[in-house]
């Protein structure tokens, strides 16, 4: 594979560790993601190389392929043509419907429960980190696995992420697990219900000192039904052994008829996948 084969379109994103790039190969005008970055920082690319590679989920962006050329590493990923969820709320004058939010955090789950089966924790989920796919635009695809962290060799200690995303064990430094994950999903799944951040604050420190208290804005009745709202309150628990883990999301009642939407949407290829990951983790 060399850059050569391609035509670069444009620029999606910019972030600490390179930049992402639309760009169609010559020989059949498909599209792909090349995510360019600087081999200076060669623990941290190829430390994202190597997870992307044991990722094969329906609701994970595919790896490709990746090459070094000069001082660059280039990763080839699947393209999602409907941007981020984060523009996807932000062009959006009201909160999504209580149908639809749960249809995208059901993808989100499987996404996230084949990730811990992984024995990784993905460390920076957030909208604009959930890219959206297929002719309705309600394909989820997890993405940016930059700062992700494989939990075999040893437990999280290291503050990483975006702060209004990140789990109270996180922001006080101490040692984290798989439940910092299930923290940054209820944080995406109130937002997907309201529009709002949890947390009303008007600065970093008030912010820490939220999240940390657990002071967060109640749902109201109509934001979400009293069963999405407790689940909700579980995730967003301040002790991470309060929260439940991605296989009892995957198995919880009120999500479990969406999975059954997702398993009907999908083609027998991609069904197959999910259907053979045992939920274990």
Request: include cysteine; hydrophobic fraction near 35%.
């Amino acid at each position: 594979m060399a850059l050569k084969e391609y035509v670069f379109e444009k620029q999606l994103g910019a972030g600490s560790f390179g930049t992402a790039h639309l760009v169609r190969r010559k020989s059949d005008s498909s599209p792909f993601v090349i995510k360019k970055q600087c081999l200076e920082d060669y623990k941290v690319v190829t430390n994202e190389v190597n997870l992307l590679k044991k990722m094969r989920h329906p609701n994970i962006v595919m790896y490709h392929d990746s090459w070094k050329e000069g001082q660059q590493l280039f990763i080839l990923m699947e393209y999602a043509s409907r941007g981020t969820l984060k523009q996807y709320l932000s062009r959006r004058r009201v909160p999504l419907q209580e149908e639809d939010a749960l249809y995208l955090f059901a993808q989100m789950v499987l996404g996230v429960h084949h990730i811990h089966k992984k024995m990784v924790l993905h460390r920076d989920l957030k909208p604009g980190n959930i890219m959206l796919s297929g002719p309705r635009g309600d394909v989820v695809k997890i993405g940016d696995f930059g700062v992700s962290k494989n939990i075999a060799r040893e437990m999280g200690v290291t503050r990483v992420g975006t702060k209004c995303y990140m789990a109270p064990e996180v922001l006080k430094g101490t040692v984290y697990d798989y439940k910092c994950d299930i923290w940054s999903l209820g944080v995406i799944l109130y937002e997907m219900l309201t529009k709002r951040f949890p947390f009303n604050v008007r600065s970093q420190v008030d912010l820490i000192r939220q999240i940390c208290q657990g002071v967060l804005s109640p749902l109201q009745r109509g934001d979400a039904s009293s069963a999405v709202r407790n689940l909700t309150y579980k995730m967003l628990d301040t002790k991470p052994e309060g929260r439940p883990k991605s296989r009892d999301l995957v198995l919880c009642p009120t999500i479990i008829p969406h999975i059954g939407r997702v398993y009907k949407n999908l083609d027998n290829v991609d069904r197959a996948m999910i259907i053979d990951q045992k939920v274990s983790s």
